[in-house]
């Protein structure tokens, strides 16, 4: 009985956090602070049933906790919820090789005859259409993607644009991107938006 009020103490403050990174800003909370509440609402609830889920594994099903009995029903809970998010990993990672197949595909440029400002030791790919595109794709080995409309663009445009995508590379974004994408995944029934 004890591990499934846990789990469903861990379902309602995960769905209060939800629902608290969903509100619009208020004279009391600044617009500035949307994205890092927009973010924690995304992980944390997730996280919560996570590691409830691992503690109530790894403490059992036998005996007492806090004097209240302890049964074999949260474990199974735990246990689908493993499930649950490992099955949710196979449309993300498919995904993600979609995307490697797809970049394959692509020519890829020599950044030292394209122009200085292309990061020379980036496998850059190149996509023949003319409107601005770049973006940093791929999560264990990131690419850079550029467009001959960024090729186009004056130097100084450019740089700031490679600039940009390098920050991606730099922070691991795309690897946060499918891990945050995960996390949303498994967390089904919650309100997103």
């Known amino acids: 009985m004890m591990h499934i009020a846990l789990l469903g103490v861990m379902l309602a403050l ?4 939800r629902l608290w990174g969903m509100q619009q800003p208020s004279e009391f909370s600044p617009a500035s602070s949307l994205p ?9 609830p997730s996280l919560l049933l996570l590691s409830s889920t691992i503690a109530i594994l790894f403490m059992g099903h036998h005996g007492e906790m806090w004097g209240l009995p302890v049964n074999a029903w949260a474990c199974t809970i ?6 649950w998010a490992g099955v949710q990993a196979i449309p993300v990672l498919y995904q993600h090789w979609q995307l490697h197949q797809w970049l394959k595909t692509l020519p890829i440029l020599d950044p ?5 400002d292309l990061p020379a030791d980036a496998i850059v790919h190149y996509l023949d259409v003319p ?35 390098q920050a991606h590379f730099t922070f691991r974004d795309p690897l946060w991107t499918l891990g945050l994408n995960w996390l949303r995944r498994i967390t089904l029934g919650f309100p997103d938006r």
């Open 14 to 17: 995960g769905l209060g956090i």
């Open 36 to 44: 890092q509440r927009t973010i924690a609402a995304l992980i944390l």
């Open 112 to 116: 030292a005859a394209e122009g200085s």
């Open 131 to 165: 409107q601005v595109i770049a973006a940093q794709m791929g999560c264990f080995r990131s690419r850079l993607l550029v467009s001959q409309g960024v090729l186009d663009l004056p130097p100084e445009n450019r740089g700031a644009i490679v600039a940009h995508e």
């Open 78 to 83: 735990a246990r689908i919820a493993w499930v």
